[in-house]
């Protein structure tokens, strides 16, 4: 009778996976504890070593449940999300990598560009989707919360000389950004940068117990980052809303401003064609008759400099023009004396 071998995540993958997992067992919870391979479906009733199957258990809970289904009960469900994140950040100091047609292309570092494999992650069984690579995941593992904790307290110590908090209470904060996920930590983070610690009249002490205060006070600092995070969003949306307003009153003065200076070319045309007749053989010939039309010309001319509204420059432009007519029915009466 032939049985099955048992494949195995490798000493490279399983502790990814582990990772992934939240770094507890997830029938208990228990952490700090040497994880086994477990199976949420025993593999002899003929389950696979697939990522959805398989899950790290204490001793304990792994020999309790051996023959029965295992409950998943502290597994985060984005697990498989949280893997490939984890396996291609591992896989980057040894392979490069680029996606393309729902493919990896991974080219080791050492290798020519012809030696590159290609893996499908979209049809992979262990269920890593393509689109997946680049999402980040709300929930955070021990060692992400660590990062995430040591790039709070470097903002802070930036902001403020606030102290560097030790021991415990590190540990208390660490533990807090895997209870309560990246987005809740980062929130109660800005509440607790929103707050002033070296304003006149505070005591030193108060500074001084500041990452207690932010432990104790996790929930309190929430609200209050809710509330900051809330007046940044609309005081955002405001200042969106008064650059519209600004740029559309920026808009309609550039409107403005080219009307008048076509307006203004348009009056200077008129002009400079009324007064082509006061000048050369026509003016020698006719000037009788243009004597009136050479002394309102300057008239003219010193309406339109003084003109500033399209109004104004209508009524130079209409006024010149119907002199200009004029003077041509002038002209007109006695064609003879014209050429």
């Known amino acids: 009778m032939s049985t099955r071998k048992r494949p195995s995540l490798d000493s490279f993958t399983w502790p990814i996976f582990v990772e992934a997992c939240g770094s ?17 479906i025993p593999y002899r009733l003929g389950s696979s070593e697939s990522l959805d199957n398989l899950i790290p258990v204490c001793r304990r809970c792994n020999a309790k449940h051996k023959k029965l289904e295992t409950p998943v009960t502290f597994r985060p469900a984005d697990y498989l999300e949280r893997f490939s994140i984890l396996f291609l950040e591992r896989l980057r100091p040894q392979l490069s990598s680029y996606t393309a047609n729902g493919f990896c292309y991974l080219i080791s570092s050492s290798e020519h560009a012809e030696n590159k494999h ?43 000389p606030l102290p560097i908090p ?27 940068m929103a707050v002033d610690w070296s304003m006149p009249g505070m005591p030193d002490s ?7 205060q932010f432990v104790d006070g996790f929930n309190l600092f929430l609200r ?20 519209l307003k600004q740029d559309e009153v920026n808009r309609e003065s550039r409107a403005r401003e080219a009307e008048l200076v076509a307006k203004r070319v348009a009056a200077s045309d008129v002009l400079k064609r009324y007064a082509q007749p006061l000048t050369g053989k026509s003016w020698r010939l006719n000037r009788e008759k243009l004597l009136p039309f050479a002394e309102r010309y300057k008239f003219f001319e010193a309406q339109l400099a003084k003109a500033r509204t399209l109004t104004e420059l ?17 002209l007109a009466d006695d064609p003879g004396e014209v050429a």
């Not at 108060?206 to 207690?212: A, F, I, M, S």
């Open 24 to 40: 507890r067992c997830s029938c208990c919870g228990e952490s700090n504890v040497k994880f086994e391979h477990g199976h949420v």
């Open 118 to 160: 290609v893996i499908s992650w979209r049809n992979a069984e262990n269920g890593i989707q393509n689109s997946l690579i680049t999402r980040s995941s709300d929930t955070l593992t021990r060692r992400e919360a660590e990062r995430i904790v040591e790039s709070l307290v470097t903002a802070a110590r930036r902001k403020l």
């Open 166 to 192: 030790y021991g415990p209470t590190k540990t208390s904060i660490i533990n807090l950004a895997v209870q309560h996920g990246r987005k809740k930590f980062e929130l109660a983070a800005e509440g607790f």
């Open 206 to 212: 108060v500074q001084r117990d500041c990452w207690p």
């Open 224 to 243: 209050s980052g809710e509330v900051h995070r809330a007046n940044v969003e609309r005081r955002k949306k405001r200042d969106a809303e008064e650059k």
């Open 314 to 330: 209508q009524l130079v432009h209409d006024t010149v023009s119907q002199a200009y007519d004029s003077m041509q029915a002038r």
